[in-house]
């Protein structure tokens, strides 16, 4: 039962047009959503996060959304650049709500993003 | 500030064979994380540290896996007999405390024969 769903296996984009990237849960219990980068053979890299009292966070080139109602977040780069090419997971977790393993992130299967020149 | 440390990078080793993994987290970091990470998922959560004490240990195979923090700060995980399912790599994490953002190291990827 995947509580964290990453429907899009891959997405390609040209240089400098925006990439929308997508998540949707099932547990209404997440209460704190960010994503993660990976480039081949490094460990996953911290890039933005969203608590669930609010519905925007932007970081430079770096924008998440939260649509809590349809269980439902997006990751916007824009503008696109080649050095973003990377798998992007989404990860979400229960900190305040979920007795016990607070911090516990439940990660999606990733996003292969391929920007082009 | 260094970040989080594995070794090794890569292990190959056959079936019913023991291994280690070795984790030195971010310092000062009070809480450590080990996943599993199989090819083409997102990494799944095995056990986790606040100090030297399990807080969830829910999804670790204890017929086979076991880890520990002795000191509150480096941590090994070991599997031992190893199975072809095995095979994936490993990710140490830390943070610190618990629910604040959490910190990867590169990894151990480990393939069994």
């Known amino acids: 039962d995947q509580q964290v769903k990453q429907n899009s296996p891959s997405l390609s984009v040209q240089e400098g047009r925006i990439s929308i990237l997508n998540c949707d849960y099932t547990n209404s219990m997440f209460d704190y959503f960010l994503w993660y980068k990976k480039y081949p053979a490094e460990g996953p890299t911290f890039l933005i996060s969203?608590?669930?009292?609010?519905d925007k966070n932007e970081d430079g080139r770096f924008t998440v959304f939260l649509n809590k109602s349809a269980k439902h977040l997006s990751l916007h780069i824009v503008p696109s650049q080649p050095g973003d090419s990377a798998v992007y997971f989404c990860?979400?977790?229960?900190?305040?709500?979920?007795?016990?393993?607070?911090?516990?992130?439940?990660f999606g299967k990733g996003t292969k993003l391929s920007v082009k020149p | 500030e260094a970040g989080v440390a594995q070794s090794p990078r890569y292990k190959i080793i056959e079936k019913r064979q023991s291994v280690a993994f070795w984790c030195n987290p971010i310092?000062?970091?009070?809480?450590l994380y080990w996943y599993q990470q199989i090819l083409g998922q997102g990494p799944k959560l095995l056990i986790q540290f606040q100090n030297n004490g399990v807080v969830d240990d829910s999804q670790l195979p204890k017929d086979r896996f076991s880890a520990e923090r002795l000191k509150g700060v480096d941590s090994t995980l070991k599997i031992q007999p190893a199975k072809l399912e095995d095979s994936a790599v490993y990710l140490c994490?830390?943070?610190?405390?618990?629910?604040?953002?959490?910190?990867f190291g590169p990894g151990t990827r480990l393939t069994v024969l």
């Open positions: 969203i608590s669930s009292i609010k």
């Open positions: 990860a979400a977790s229960a900190r305040m709500n979920y007795g016990g393993s607070q911090g516990n992130l439940i």
């Open positions: 994490a830390s943070s610190l405390d618990l629910g604040n953002t959490q910190y």
């Open positions: 310092s000062g970091h009070a809480t």
